[in-house]
């Protein structure tokens, strides 16, 4: 028998340098597993939430678009609402866990760092997923909707309405839905990019996921946008509105106590510092983030959050007009 003569000294080809506990894309699809599983439980209740309610005559979707007082016949609609849901729920989760791992370091944490990076990008994944199940939702409800035009067209109509940025064009969905879609499109890149990283460049990597908090963004003001539960100045806007608290918060003490001490602001000019350009565009991130939190303190608090009247609201721009049923 030959000795073996590879890096490893058991039997791994000497070209597979790989640290064999890396992190691949294929280890975090299985870790997600249970993240997955329970975001399924989590959007299961939902879905039987909106349900009743608009069985029950409370949904403020139907109080929106009248048309659409019978959930037997909408189910896919109120599945796509609800898959939306989960999605902004596993947003913020995954969110705050990645600014708690950016920014100042907890005295204590329940669990150890590496868990919380763990749950970072398992979370993530889920999130990705949850985003694409409910645009696929809404396209299948067009799909189930769309009863006078043939087959194909069906598929396709469905198709660009939900996918294709620019395509809709009816109502707040002609902006809220390519909000929507710019969403989950940069979520894709951004979030995978981390399992290529030993190939462009964990600076590189670094650098772009930043922009990561862009996706959340959208995401938020997709839903107070277009959402039918939270059309109305409500509770459920308030609470949305108040759940970005803690975002806003924690993002200002990341720019203020970044984990790398590279990235702290500095005086400007001083030695070692980045150039005086960069230092103000980074100064005015921060001025930025302290005008929002005060923005939502501000919403919140007046309760002028952007919500309609439903007295006075006209279901003119609902998110989709019944034009063929
Ligand atoms: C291709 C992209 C997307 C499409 C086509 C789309 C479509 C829609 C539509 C048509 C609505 C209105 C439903 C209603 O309330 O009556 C909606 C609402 C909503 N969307 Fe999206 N969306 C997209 C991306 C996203 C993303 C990335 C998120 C982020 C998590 C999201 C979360 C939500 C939420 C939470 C609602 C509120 C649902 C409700 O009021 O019950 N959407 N979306």
Redesign the pocket.
Known sequence: MLPDATPHGDGTPARDRRPRDRVTLRTDLRAAVPDAAAAVGVTAA?FWF?YVRMDSGAS??VA??PF?DDPGTYWM??L????????????WGTVMLGLLLSGPRPGRLPVSRQTLERWHRTTSLT?TA???A??LM??AELVRYETEVAWLQRLWVAFA???VPGW?DSGT?RI??P???????L?IPLGLLFYVRHRIGANTWRRLHRFVIV?YV???W??LL??????YGEW?RTVLWLLQLPVAALLLARLLRPARSGERLGAPGRRGTVSLPAWAVRAAGRAAVVAVLVGIVAVVVSGHDGGRDRVTDTPAT???DQTTD
């Open positions: 939902v909106l403020a979707t929106v678009m659409m609609y109120l796509s609402q609800a898959f939306g849901w989960s999605a902004l729920l596993w947003a999130t949850l985003m694409f409910h645009a809404f396209a309405d939900s996918f809709y969905g809220a839905i909000i929507g879609q710019g969403a989950l499109y979520a996706v959208l995401s938020v997709h839903t277009y959402g039918t539960n939270v059309w459920p609902a998110p989709h």
